[in-house]
């Protein structure tokens, strides 16, 4: 990996990054991210020495950041910035684009993933009260599968997890259902998720999720969604990435009172993945951040 990155940081240095360099590149990035099933194998046996008394947020951060399962999409996704910052042709950028947009469905699904599996392993054995935000956090993501991932049984089985483990106290019920339409083969109506799980931060009519990275109202207020929760960022400064320039919700303010969470002092899942996300999921990149005025 690093060769590609020695190698495109030369060529950019001598300004003749041209079309050859890309299409090696492009063909290194392919052979990387077809996994051999013996990485994965690999990869689960260090699972199994994440010592269980480390905190949620450390073990999403491991999950999330040290498997290498998606760190050659990563380094694509971080490569397309950089590139779409120099003068190239439209064509060399585009060929590139149409590559990074599967690193960037695989590494959204990872995020999706790899939060609802640990609520899943964590909840199975402790039922602590959900708080709100946990509540959109976690029913944003099991419905994003239905939408948007609905080909993946492996997501399909975590979401469905999910939505079982909600079931008293969320209403869940149409999505179950959907669920079970799906794996007979029938995909999803949008129009079926009416129940939207977020609010509009300024009219307060319902958001309903149409799509990853935007979310409009009725009355047509436009909001981006955080990279990593899918929720609506109504914050001034959210973080952003140096990298690719994604933003991403700040990690909340301590709450008062001690947490429910097994194993971390974090008082919310958001929190726990807001923490865990400490580098930008998709590119791998720092967060910068304005500084904020405190009244
Ligand atoms: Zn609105
Ligand atoms: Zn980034």
């Given at each position: 990996m690093w060769d590609m990155l020695l190698l495109l940081g030369e060529s950019w240095k001598a300004r003749d990054t041209g079309a050859a360099d890309l299409e090696r590149?492009?063909?290194?990035?392919?052979?990387?991210?077809?996994?051999?099933?013996?990485?994965?194998?690999m990869l689960s046996n260090r699972d199994a020495i994440v010592d269980p008394n480390t905190s949620l947020e450390?073990?999403?951060?491991?999950?999330?950041?040290?498997?290498?399962?998606?760190?050659p999409e990563r380094v694509a996704i971080y490569l397309y910035s950089q590139l779409k910052r120099c003068e190239l042709?439209?064509?060399?950028?585009?060929?590139?684009?149409?590559?990074v947009r599967d690193a960037e469905t695989r590494v959204r699904k990872h995020i999706t993933g790899s939060v609802l599996a640990l609520h899943n392993e964590a909840s199975a054995t402790c039922t602590s009260p959900l708080q709100d935000c946990d509540?959109?956090?976690?029913l944003l993501l099991c419905d994003s599968i239905l939408l948007f991932h609905n080909d993946d049984k492996h997501l399909l089985a975590t979401a469905e997890t999910t939505y079982l483990r909600l079931q008293s106290s969320c209403a869940v019920d149409e999505q179950l259902?959907?669920?079970?339409?799906?794996?007979?083969?029938?995909?999803?109506?949008?129009?079926?998720?009416?129940?939207?799980r977020e609010e509009c931060p300024a009219c307060d009519t319902e958001i309903k999720l149409e799509n990853i990275q935007e979310a409009t109202c009725a009355n047509g207020h436009t909001?981006?969604?955080?990279?990593?929760?899918?929720?609506?960022?109504a914050d001034f400064h959210p973080r952003t990435c140096l990298g690719c320039g994604r933003k991403t919700l700040m990690v909340p303010d301590a709450q008062a009172g001690a947490s429910t969470l097994p194993g971390t002092t974090a008082t919310s899942w958001l929190e726990v993945v807001l923490?865990?996300?400490?580098?930008?999921?998709?590119?791998?990149?720092?967060?910068?951040?304005?500084?904020?005025?405190?009244?």
């Amino acid at each position: 990996m690093w060769d590609m990155l020695l190698l495109l940081g030369e060529s950019w240095k001598a300004r003749d990054t041209g079309a050859a360099d890309l299409e090696r590149l492009l063909t290194v990035l392919s052979s990387k991210t077809k996994k051999s099933p013996g990485t994965l194998e690999m990869l689960s046996n260090r699972d199994a020495i994440v010592d269980p008394n480390t905190s949620l947020e450390a073990r999403l951060k491991s999950t999330l950041f040290s498997k290498t399962t998606v760190n050659p999409e990563r380094v694509a996704i971080y490569l397309y910035s950089q590139l779409k910052r120099c003068e190239l042709e439209a064509s060399v950028v585009e060929r590139f684009e149409h590559h990074v947009r599967d690193a960037e469905t695989r590494v959204r699904k990872h995020i999706t993933g790899s939060v609802l599996a640990l609520h899943n392993e964590a909840s199975a054995t402790c039922t602590s009260p959900l708080q709100d935000c946990d509540r959109s956090l976690l029913l944003l993501l099991c419905d994003s599968i239905l939408l948007f991932h609905n080909d993946d049984k492996h997501l399909l089985a975590t979401a469905e997890t999910t939505y079982l483990r909600l079931q008293s106290s969320c209403a869940v019920d149409e999505q179950l259902r959907v669920l079970q339409d799906i794996k007979k083969g029938t995909s999803p109506d949008p129009a079926l998720f009416g129940a939207g799980r977020e609010e509009c931060p300024a009219c307060d009519t319902e958001i309903k999720l149409e799509n990853i990275q935007e979310a409009t109202c009725a009355n047509g207020h436009t909001w981006q969604r955080c990279s990593v929760t899918l929720l609506v960022i109504a914050d001034f400064h959210p973080r952003t990435c140096l990298g690719c320039g994604r933003k991403t919700l700040m990690v909340p303010d301590a709450q008062a009172g001690a947490s429910t969470l097994p194993g971390t002092t974090a008082t919310s899942w958001l929190e726990v993945v807001l923490r865990a996300h400490s580098l930008c999921g998709y590119c791998g990149e720092r967060f910068y951040t304005a500084l904020r005025r405190r009244a």
